[in-house]
């Protein structure tokens, strides 16, 4: 017998799979895997999505056109360059499947989001890493993995699964040493964290050229995780070319409205922008006097790593962490065995993980 058969590079595809969320035992798991907002959503988020719930009859704004405004407004940029999408994942979905294919490469950095690996392959095309300097993406190495099969280049900034990030100017020149037939995609997912003085998300260069996006994501910041939205700013050209390959409702109707009263919530976000600078700072600097390196994050999660501590590991200290009712995420998946991302929660929850790490490394007395 004969089956379908799927493009090439497709079966190479080792699925996504996000943190885990539960333990038996345990009444309140403290989850910290998946980088979600430790205050969920806004509140004005909340009773916008519970406010359309007798119109959910009713296809959504294909256009997204209050939304794309709102965010417009928000950030200073042309409505019009905007496009939304089900997550920023999807909006990288469709960027290789509508610029890569069999035969051309989508280059990232050796640590760099795992899904831009799975997508592209998903599109057919070679998925190609250039090598980190500390655990940081490096621009000159990202130039010397470029060849005439480059068609993308994500740039995540900050980085996931590490925190790092690279300064305004280095992206610049990252953009300066690409041809004009590479898109360069600078994946923003966490730029509402980040107060350093040296980054910028990115939106001057696509103004500047025809071959950058900005992607940026509601999960993170504004906790609508569940309700799948993202968006992309990009020149004319490249917004064409997405609303082209985008299903006509690839948004819904609760995610539009929530969406964009989110983004408006100014109140909420710079609520959550102080927390996450606190506990961050706070957490890392438990944690180094544990003796465990911690990359300096500007995220809203830490990268843990326990390769000076061989008879304590990674995985040891995730079971020890799970005993304790708290859920962090292994880096196996990224090629970091000896590490642990652990996203930063509410105070009680970070002052827990601390406490059982703290126990963790014998350092309890």
């Known amino acids: 017998m004969t089956m379908p058969t799927p493009k090439p590079g497709v079966m190479e595809i080792n699925p996504y799979v ?15 895997s998946s980088n979600e907002g430790a205050f969920g959503p806004s509140p004005k988020a909340a009773s916008a999505y519970r406010n359309i719930a007798k119109t959910l009859h009713l296809y959504p704004d294909g256009g997204m056109t209050d939304l794309r405004h709102a965010i417009g407004k928000v950030h200073g940029l042309d409505a019009d360059q905007i496009v939304c999408g089900a997550g920023s994942d999807e909006i990288i979905s469709l960027l290789c499947q509508a610029y890569a294919g069999e035969g051309d490469e989508v280059l990232y950095s050796q640590y760099g989001f795992l899904m ?43 980085n996931n699964p590490t925190g790092t990030y690279l300064p305004i100017s280095e992206v610049s020149r990252l953009r300066d040493g690409l041809r004009d037939d590479i898109l360069l995609v600078i994946d923003a997912a966490y730029a509402e964290y980040v107060i350093r003085e040296d980054y910028a998300e990115g939106n001057a260069l696509v103004d500047a050229g025809d071959n950058v996006v900005v992607t940026r994501t509601f999960s993170k910041m504004h906790g609508l995780g569940g309700a799948r939205l993202g968006w992309a700013y990009g020149p004319a050209n490249v917004i064409d070319v997405l609303n082209r390959v985008r299903g006509p409702f690839n948004v819904n109707s609760a995610a539009l409205v929530a969406g964009a009263a989110a983004i408006q919530d100014r109140e909420f976000t710079g609520k959550v922008c102080a927390h996450n600078l606190k506990w961050l700072a706070w957490t890392r600097e438990q944690l180094l006097e544990l003796g465990l390196d911690v990359t300096d994050s500007v995220g809203n999660f830490l990268l843990v790593c326990f390769g000076a501590h061989p008879e ?54």
Do not use: H, W
Not at 18 to 32: A, P, Q, T
Not at 119 to 140: M, N
């Open 116 to 158: 831009y690996n799975i997508s592209a392959k998903a599109a057919g095309a070679t998925p190609v890493t250039a090598p980190e300097v500390d655990l940081t993406a490096d621009v000159d190495a990202l130039l010397a993995a470029v060849t005439d099969r480059t068609r993308i280049l994500f740039l995540a900034n900050p």
């Open 312 to 365: 304590r590991t990674a995985q040891d200290a995730d079971a020890a962490l799970k005993a304790g009712g708290i859920i962090v995420r292994g880096m196996a998946g990224y090629g970091l065995p000896d590490c642990l991302r652990i996203t930063v929660g509410l105070e009680e929850d970070m002052r827990a993980v601390v406490d059982v790490l703290r126990k963790f490394m014998g350092k309890n007395q």
């Open 18 to 32: 996000g943190g885990d969320s539960g333990l038996e035992g345990f009444d309140r798991v403290i989850k910290l």
